[in-house]
Protein backbone atom coordinates (compact mmCIF):
# COMPACT_ATOMS: atom_id res chain seq x y z
CA UNK A 1 0.00 0.00 0.00
CA UNK A 2 1.34 3.66 -1.16
CA UNK A 3 1.70 6.28 1.57
CA UNK A 4 -0.45 9.23 1.03
CA UNK A 5 0.83 12.14 -1.15
CA UNK A 6 0.46 15.30 1.08
CA UNK A 7 3.09 17.64 0.22
CA UNK A 8 3.60 21.63 1.38
CA UNK A 9 1.69 24.19 -0.80
CA UNK A 10 4.13 26.48 -1.31
CA UNK A 11 4.50 29.64 -4.06
CA UNK A 12 7.99 30.55 -5.26
CA UNK A 13 8.17 34.12 -6.77
CA UNK A 14 10.35 36.26 -8.97
CA UNK A 15 9.88 40.13 -9.31
CA UNK A 16 11.27 41.66 -12.12
CA UNK A 17 12.11 44.99 -12.43
CA UNK A 18 10.78 47.94 -14.16
CA UNK A 19 12.91 47.38 -17.30
CA UNK A 20 12.95 43.72 -17.18
CA UNK A 21 16.11 43.28 -16.75
CA UNK A 22 16.77 42.83 -13.35
CA UNK A 23 15.01 40.40 -10.68
CA UNK A 24 14.86 40.42 -7.13
CA UNK A 25 16.37 38.20 -4.85
CA UNK A 26 16.59 37.45 -1.08
CA UNK A 27 20.24 36.04 0.07
CA UNK A 28 19.25 34.12 3.14
CA UNK A 29 21.98 35.50 5.44
CA UNK A 30 20.47 36.03 8.62
CA UNK A 31 20.16 32.96 10.33
CA UNK A 32 23.12 30.26 10.59
CA UNK A 33 20.52 27.86 11.58
CA UNK A 34 18.45 28.52 8.00
CA UNK A 35 18.07 25.08 6.32
CA UNK A 36 18.74 27.83 2.93
CA UNK A 37 22.09 29.26 4.67
CA UNK A 38 24.06 31.15 2.27
CA UNK A 39 21.80 30.86 -0.92
CA UNK A 40 19.83 33.19 -3.61
CA UNK A 41 16.24 32.55 -4.32
CA UNK A 42 13.03 34.15 -5.07
CA UNK A 43 10.36 35.13 -2.48
CA UNK A 44 7.64 32.58 -1.23
CA UNK A 45 6.12 30.29 1.66
CA UNK A 46 3.70 28.51 2.86
CA UNK A 47 0.51 28.53 1.97
CA UNK A 48 -2.07 29.52 4.38
CA UNK A 49 -5.70 27.32 4.88
CA UNK A 50 -8.01 30.67 4.37
CA UNK A 51 -6.07 31.64 1.03
CA UNK A 52 -6.15 30.58 -2.34
CA UNK A 53 -2.28 30.45 -4.05
CA UNK A 54 -2.10 34.24 -5.76
CA UNK A 55 -3.46 35.71 -2.37
CA UNK A 56 -0.39 33.33 -0.88
CA UNK A 57 2.05 35.06 -3.19
CA UNK A 58 1.16 38.21 -2.76
CA UNK A 59 1.39 38.14 1.14
CA UNK A 60 4.69 36.31 0.86
CA UNK A 61 5.63 39.39 -1.16
CA UNK A 62 4.37 41.93 0.63
CA UNK A 63 5.86 40.62 4.12
CA UNK A 64 8.91 39.19 2.58
CA UNK A 65 10.05 42.71 0.55
CA UNK A 66 7.43 45.49 1.26
CA UNK A 67 5.87 45.92 -1.86
CA UNK A 68 2.54 45.46 -3.68
CA UNK A 69 2.06 43.14 -6.54
CA UNK A 70 -0.14 44.82 -9.21
CA UNK A 71 0.57 42.39 -12.28
CA UNK A 72 1.71 38.44 -11.93
CA UNK A 73 1.76 35.66 -13.74
CA UNK A 74 1.84 31.88 -12.92
CA UNK A 75 4.39 31.08 -14.64
CA UNK A 76 4.39 26.68 -13.69
CA UNK A 77 4.80 24.49 -10.32
CA UNK A 78 7.59 22.22 -9.20
CA UNK A 79 6.84 19.19 -7.25
CA UNK A 80 10.19 18.52 -4.72
CA UNK A 81 10.35 15.29 -2.88
CA UNK A 82 12.59 14.40 -0.19
CA UNK A 83 13.64 18.19 0.27
CA UNK A 84 15.65 20.07 2.46
CA UNK A 85 17.02 18.65 6.02
CA UNK A 86 13.75 16.97 6.65
CA UNK A 87 13.41 15.37 3.35
CA UNK A 88 10.16 17.00 3.21
CA UNK A 89 7.71 16.83 0.00
CA UNK A 90 6.47 20.62 -1.40
CA UNK A 91 4.61 21.42 -4.32
CA UNK A 92 5.40 24.92 -5.09
CA UNK A 93 3.68 27.40 -7.67
CA UNK A 94 6.04 29.83 -9.33
CA UNK A 95 5.51 33.16 -10.48
CA UNK A 96 6.66 35.40 -11.95
CA UNK A 97 6.23 39.56 -10.65
CA UNK A 98 5.98 41.82 -13.56
CA UNK A 99 4.70 44.99 -11.75
CA UNK A 100 4.30 46.05 -8.56
CA UNK A 101 4.32 49.59 -6.29
CA UNK A 102 6.49 50.95 -3.93
CA UNK A 103 10.25 50.06 -3.29
CA UNK A 104 11.34 46.70 -1.97
CA UNK A 105 13.37 46.00 1.35
CA UNK A 106 17.02 46.23 1.24
CA UNK A 107 16.82 43.60 4.10
CA UNK A 108 13.94 41.15 6.43
CA UNK A 109 14.27 38.40 8.60
CA UNK A 110 16.03 35.80 6.25
CA UNK A 111 18.57 38.22 4.91
CA UNK A 112 19.04 40.88 2.52
CA UNK A 113 17.03 41.48 -0.45
CA UNK A 114 18.48 43.12 -3.84
CA UNK A 115 18.45 43.50 -7.37
CA UNK A 116 20.66 40.76 -9.81
CA UNK A 117 21.12 41.13 -13.05
CA UNK A 118 18.87 38.04 -14.76
CA UNK A 119 21.82 36.95 -17.28
CA UNK A 120 23.87 36.52 -14.28
CA UNK A 121 21.72 35.18 -11.74
CA UNK A 122 23.03 31.28 -12.49
CA UNK A 123 26.55 32.44 -11.07
CA UNK A 124 24.94 32.49 -7.89
CA UNK A 125 24.75 29.82 -4.84
CA UNK A 126 21.07 28.73 -4.87
CA UNK A 127 19.97 25.05 -4.23
CA UNK A 128 21.17 22.97 -7.67
CA UNK A 129 17.46 21.77 -8.93
CA UNK A 130 16.41 25.51 -9.52
CA UNK A 131 18.94 25.61 -12.26
CA UNK A 132 16.79 23.29 -14.12
CA UNK A 133 13.88 25.32 -14.09
CA UNK A 134 14.61 29.07 -13.63
CA UNK A 135 15.46 29.11 -17.08
CA UNK A 136 11.85 28.42 -17.81
CA UNK A 137 10.22 31.05 -15.41
CA UNK A 138 11.63 33.89 -17.61
CA UNK A 139 11.23 32.10 -21.41
CA UNK A 140 9.17 34.00 -24.07
CA UNK A 141 7.07 30.77 -24.02
CA UNK A 142 3.72 31.86 -22.66
CA UNK A 143 3.02 27.97 -21.83
CA UNK A 144 3.16 27.33 -17.92
CA UNK A 145 5.69 24.34 -17.25
CA UNK A 146 5.01 20.84 -14.37
CA UNK A 147 7.97 19.81 -13.19
CA UNK A 148 9.13 16.75 -11.49
CA UNK A 149 12.28 17.58 -9.28
CA UNK A 150 12.89 15.24 -6.85
CA UNK A 151 15.96 15.05 -3.95
CA UNK A 152 17.89 12.81 -1.70
CA UNK A 153 21.04 13.67 0.19
CA UNK A 154 20.71 17.22 -0.40
CA UNK A 155 21.35 17.30 -4.18
CA UNK A 156 18.38 16.91 -6.96
CA UNK A 157 18.72 13.14 -8.77
CA UNK A 158 16.55 14.46 -11.56
CA UNK A 159 14.43 16.61 -13.34
CA UNK A 160 11.55 15.89 -15.64
CA UNK A 161 8.49 18.71 -16.99
CA UNK A 162 5.67 19.03 -19.14
CA UNK A 163 4.95 22.05 -21.19
CA UNK A 164 1.27 22.62 -21.88
Given at each position: ?S??????????????????????????????????????????????????????????????????V????????????????????????I??????????F????????????????????????D??????????????????????????V????V??
Amino acid sequence: MSMKYCPIMSTLGYVLSPARDKVLLSHRIARETDDQYGKFNGLGGHMEPSEDIATCMMREIREEAGIEVTGMSLRGTVNWTGFGPNKEDWLAFIFLVTSFTGVPFSKNDEGTLAWHPLLEISKLPMWEGDRFFLPLVFDDDPRHFHGCLPYKNGLPVSWKYVRL
